[in-house]
């Protein structure tokens, strides 16, 4: 049975927050149920955002999704 | 005065072709950032490498897409580019829009941004290249709310949907190419301006087999007008052709030598379908491809039937992995029609996007899951009998393969029963 979006929504930035790689891919988010549809996952990650739980990374070509504390920030990094 | 010196930038500015180098320099009289994109040029050229950081955290609060993050690597020689980020704006469908339209855009960019623009992207879209983050907020404002524009989609997003010019002024679409592109640009608002995707997702709409969008070759959904009858002939004004009354390919083609229609066109055609006989133009419709070289060669005398739709073709995108591909045929003819608001064309997106999200791998396009996959799986999926215009090359592998729903009673079997029969 597929999670509420409560569960699923503590499960994404549980996965977001232990993942090894700061930054993941929606389809990095597809584990945190078997039962829910891609779609619905993709929409929950994307209400995460719009709570400011959640941040997008774009390369321009590629969208990722990191909390705010782990996110690669180009402004703040240190130059190469 | 140039505020770096830039030999290798300057080089470009003597061929005789136009040079961005030039209009930068002249637009760095004005916006003085101008001059730090050629010094940071420049500066690439010299270390064979680029300088541009790779992508950012830039965007507009609730949308995940339309703003593409570019920060320099070395901001503090060149400060006037350590942001520059580029905004891409939803065109209006086939580029229509007025000289007004334009000039507010150029100066909401003049106020917000460097004043540089590409017109357009390879996407359709306006883009508005180089601001800094803080400028971000305010101009997405007076975009939306003065100008009544939005932004384009980038990223893992639905990109902006492109169309040719269509039936607004082209005799040959056959479909309102402009219709169909600004209904699923409004229908899946969410899908542009949000992540939806493994990667990226390309709807072109094409009026004609001519494709001006070039949809075969950019997109992951190409819908390309076609018909399903004869192409109507008006063999008087075949004559006027042969005669010289008219010019062939709407004049653009060499006046070398007069106009022979057995040389100019029916030598040219693909599956030589067409001949001459009887001082009448006959063409055998079985065998045309639809290429549109006879039709664009006599326009006045050649257009397409009546029975009039689309093509639908899946899986074209640029190199990354594995090279350019062009799109595979997957649906050979569909109505398109805004009477059912395009129900039937919708149906068929969101079979494909329900499949791939979950089959695509992370930076895959749909074209290279199918490649993956296999176009068997994906027919299979897209529930399409396979045709022969779906075979590229004839088959090499002798073996058949026989699905178990395929065979008559399926492939279960008893292994002790069978050996006893066939024992030796």
Known sequence: MALSVDELKAAIIEKATKAPKPQLYIKDFYACDADSKPRVIKNVANDLVKEGKLMFWSSGSTTMYALPSRIKNEETRPQD | ?424
């Not at chain 2, 593409?68 to 942001?83: E, I, L, T």
């Not at chain 2, 704006?89 to 007004?100: E, G, R, T």
């Not at chain 2, 004043?115 to 101009?139: A, F, I, Q, W, Y």
């Not at chain 2, 058949?400 to 279960?412: A, H």
């Open chain 2, 1 to 424: 005065m140039p505020k770096h010196d830039t030999p290798l930038m300057d080089e470009l500015e003597k061929g005789p072709w136009p040079s961005f180098v030039t209009d930068l320099k002249r637009q760095a009289e004005t916006k003085p950032e101008c001059w730090d994109i050629l010094g940071q040029m420049e500066l690439s050229f010299k270390d064979r490498i680029t300088h541009w950081k790779h992508g950012g955290i830039v965007g507009v609060f609730g949308y995940g897409g339309g703003i593409v993050g570019r920060y320099s690597d070395s901001p503090k020689q060149f400060p006037g580019v350590a942001h520059f980020h580029t905004v891409r704006l939803n065109q209006p469908s086939s580029k229509f829009y007025s000289s007004a339209k334009l000039r507010d855009i150029c100066n909401l960019w003049e106020k917000y941004g460097s004043g540089m623009t590409n017109m357009h992207g390879s996407t359709g879209d306006l883009v508005l290249l180089g601001t800094r983050t803080e400028n971000l907020e305010p101009l997405f404002y007076d975009l939306t709310h003065d100008l009544k524009q939005d932004l384009g989609g980038s990223g893992s997003n639905l990109r902006t949907p492109a169309c040719c010019i269509g039936s607004a002024r082209c005799e040959w679409s056959c479909y309102d190419t402009a219709s169909i592109c600004h209904h699923l640009t409004m229908h899946y608002q969410d899908e542009i301006h949000r992540p939806a995707f493994p990667y990226k997702f390309k709807f072109k709409f094409s009026g004609c087999p001519n494709d001006c969008v070039a949809s075969i070759a950019r997109s992951d959904f190409a819908l390309i007008g076609t018909w399903k009858d004869d192409i109507r002939i008006d063999q008087d004004a075949v004559q006027g052709y042969i005669k010289g009354d008219y010019k062939p390919n709407g004049g653009a083609r060499a006046k070398s030598k007069p106009f022979d229609i057995d040389e100019d066109v029916l030598a040219l055609c693909p599956t030589a379908c067409m001949r001459m006989k009887d001082n009448k133009l006959q063409i055998d419709n079985k065998n045309c491809t639809r290429c549109m070289f006879c039709l664009n060669m006599m326009p006045r005398a050649l257009r397409p039937g009546v029975i009039k739709g689309a093509s639908i073709l899946c899986g074209a995108k640029a190199p990354i992995l594995d090279g350019a591909q062009l799109a595979t045929l997957i649906i050979p003819f569909v109505e398109v029609t805004a009477d059912n608001e395009y129900e039937n064309i919708i149906e068929v997106i969101e079979s494909i996007w329900d499949w791939w999200m979950e089959a695509g791998k992370n930076r895959e396009r749909l074209g290279e899951t199918m490649q993956r996959l296999g176009l068997p799986t994906f027919l299979k999926v897209m529930d399409v009998t396979p045709i022969p215009q779906h075979i590229k090359i004839p088959r090499e592998n002798p073996y058949v393969f026989w699905t178990d729903e395929e065979v008559p009673g399926g492939f279960e079997r008893d292994i002790r029963e069978f050996r006893k029969k066939h024992a030796q």
